[in-house]
């Protein structure tokens, strides 16, 4: 039992932080009683013992030194949570036109090793957003640039393949709040304040663009605000149910589609996204009993913001435990 307390003193990422105890009916066992050095100090070669008790170091630079590793932690933990989550949404099937690990759906200039390829990118690109939450106020024109630098960089590892624009803009935004409210003992609630804030502005300036795109278009010809207004909003098409009770992935790709005006899927015509929102709407309604059936029947449309919104959706159920509840 002592050797394995000191090897999660030793390997745990935040394992030097802790002192694990362990005792007999006689005595406390120590490391010497192992024949182990002494536990090293934080910041310097000699034993933390030695350190301790001659108050060699000023009690600031040991707060540092807990506070770097914590917020390190954090990170690297967030990051791989998020590529974990897409990675989820990537292999989650049936899934109606979406790439998944079966099928390439209606696409014939992807596959599922477009995305994959994609994740590499994207943890550098998150650990950047999630550094950027834990030391400073999260600045757009920051964002924006490392935005731009991280979709030229997805262009580049997927062959010209355009992937998970939608996501990145979406991760992008949360990740920086959702590490800020891990660090500061903050809830949910506090992390979508904080991205709606910054999506509302980051909104009033996309849509100022002369860049012609589906969104940009969705806006101008009917209004629709896609995945910029999503977010501005604080995700409505998420947040309306789900704190109900858990559902199946497809259930739940179900629910986000029956309420968000993708606008993926206006690249046919905005009829198709309305027809879609009214049939997911009826199979919620009727408890998910026709789900095979409406999979089958859509497996013409490719509901990527959708697909986005559900790997946030794996995103929130990994960290939301780690939150504060109020």
């Known amino acids: 039992v002592k050797k394995t307390s000191i090897f999660i003193e030793t390997h745990h990422p935040l394992g030097r932080l802790v002192d694990l105890d362990v005792s007999t009916q006689e005595k406390q066992l120590t490391r010497r009683d192992l024949s182990l050095p002494e536990r090293p100090c934080f ?25 770097k590793t914590v917020q390190s932690d954090i990170m690297n933990h967030l990051s791989l ?12 099937y049936p899934c109606f036109g979406l790439v998944s690990s079966k099928t390439t759906g209606i696409h014939t200039d992807m596959n599922i090793s477009h995305f994959l390829a994609a994740h590499p990118v994207l943890l550098k690109a998150f650990k950047t ?14 964002l924006k640039a490392l ?23 979406i991760f992008g935004h949360v990740l920086p709040y959702l590490a800020r409210a891990l660090l500061q003992d903050k809830g949910l609630n506090t992390v979508i304040a904080d991205v709606k804030k910054t999506g509302q502005r980051l909104m009033e300036q996309g849509f100022k663009t002369t860049t012609k795109t589906t969104g940009i278009n969705a806006y101008q010809n009917h209004g629709i605000q896609g995945v910029r207004g999503e977010v501005a909003s604080g995700f409505p098409s998420i947040f309306s149910w789900y704190h109900e009770a858990r559902f199946t992935p497809q259930e739940t790709l179900i629910k986000i589609m029956a309420r968000l005006d993708d606008t993926t899927l206006m690249k046919q015509d905005v009829k198709t996204l309305h027809a879609v929102k009214r049939a997911m709407k009826q199979v919620e309604d009727q408890g998910f009993k026709d789900i095979i059936h409406v999979y089958d029947a859509f497996k013409h449309v490719s509901p990527g913001g959708a697909a986005d919104l559900l790997a946030l959706v794996f995103l929130f159920d990994a960290i939301t435990p780690c939150l504060k509840t109020a």
């Open 147 to 169: 935005g731009k630098k991280t979709e030229q960089a997805l262009l580049e590892a997927c062959n010209g393949v355009n992937t998970y624009k939608g996501a990145h803009y």
């Open 129 to 142: 957003y999630i550094d950027l939450g834990l030391r400073d106020d999260v600045e757009i024109a920051t």
């Open 43 to 67: 910041l310097c070669a000699n034993s933390a013992t030695y350190c301790r008790r001659n108050q060699t170091h000023p009690s600031g630079e040991l707060i540092g030194f807990v506070r």
């Open 81 to 92: 949570q998020a590529i974990l989550a897409l990675r989820k949404e990537l292999f989650t």
